[in-house]
Structures are given as C-alpha cells and as structure tokens.
C-alpha cells in the first residue's frame, strides 16, 4: 500500500467529525429528570463553584450565549436554579442553585461518573496520557479556526474563476472520505 499522508489526514478528519456528532448525538438523547447533560454540567459548576454569571457559564463550559440561556430557562423552569440581578449592576444576571436542584444532583451524582467510563473504560493509562496530549494539540489548532477559513473564502471570493482551453476531462481520484 502507497504511503498517502493526504488520505492519513482525511480518515482523521473523518473520524473526529464522526466521533464529535455520535457523541453529540447520544448526549443530546439522555435526560436526567427532565434536564440534558449540559444542564447538568451547570448544575455541577454552580456547586462546585458557587452562583455564576450566564457569560461565564457560557465562556467556561464551551457554550454559545443563546445555548446557556435556554438551558438556563428550562434548569429555572423545573425549580432547580434561579436567576437574579447584581444589586450594583443590574446588567449582569447570576444563576444559582435550587435545594431542589442540588438534591437531584446528588440523587444523581453517578451519571458524570459513567459518562467518563462509557466514553475511556478499556483505555490504558498511556493511551489516556496520550489522548489528552492530542486533545490539547487539537484544541490549540482550533484557535482562529474559523477566522482563517472566513479570510481564506474571502480571498477565494475575490479571485476571478480561469478560464481553461477545452480539453478531455481528467480521471478524478476516488477520494475515499467527505470534506467540506
């Protein structure tokens, strides 16, 4: 078999994409007396953390704004959090937990727990060692991640398409995996 580093990095980039939406997938399909995973996840950080406000929620666990606050409405709606104003900013809006909300926590305390076995059991502690250093080298290649793309299709925007003389079409190399 031919040595093709172009087909090693479209399979990678196939695998992460398929990885990221299974996951996505399965988490979106579990509920936990009513609140999805990430609701859970501010659950947790409220506990461990103390009241939060909604941006930072948001900027810590990875969240869009619109996202926290929907998941903000529906934690506020079953009465497991409430939300108040700052006295001195009334801009700034603080989510705290419920009794009721830290009750259905620890009634639940397991759920984080298995999620982590689901996704690593059978992982060795190298393999984990080294997952986590990939993790990090793909986050840190995320950084201006769509800036460079929004830059690139305004420059690919702005070139004029060639014309190329008529010619017998070339034989396309069966390509393997989907990009964008």
């Known amino acids: 078999m031919e040595d093709n580093p172009w087909e ?3 399979e990678a980039d196939h695998l992460f994409r398929k990885m990221v939406r299974r996951f996505v997938k399965e988490r979106d ?3 936990v007396e009513g609140i999805s995973l990430p609701g859970m996840l501010i659950l947790q950080k409220i506990i461990r953390d103390g009241e939060q406000r909604l941006g930072d929620l948001a900027e810590q666990l990875d969240f869009t704004s619109g996202a926290i606050t929907a998941l ?3 934690l506020e709606a079953g009465g497991y959090t ?3 104003r700052k ?3 009334r801009r700034t809006v603080l989510l705290d937990i419920t009794a009721k909300g830290r009750e259905m926590v620890e009634r639940n ?7 982590i076995t689901l996704l690593f059991e059978g992982f060795t502690d190298e393999e984990l060692e080294q997952q986590s250093r990939f993790y990090e080298r793909i986050i840190g290649n995320l950084e201006g991640f769509s800036d460079t793309l929004l830059k690139l299709a305004q420059q690919n925007a702005e070139l004029p398409i060639p014309q ?3 010619q017998k079409p070339r034989a396309e190399v069966k ?5 964008y």
């Open 87 to 89: 006295e001195d900013d």
């Open 29 to 31: 399909r579990v509920s």
């Open 8 to 10: 090693r990095l479209e």
């Open 72 to 74: 903000s409405d529906k």
């Open 175 to 179: 390509k393997n995996y989907l990009s």
């Open 164 to 166: 190329e003389p008529e």
């Open 109 to 115: 305390g397991n759920i984080g727990a298995r999620c």
């Open 82 to 84: 409430v939300r108040r």
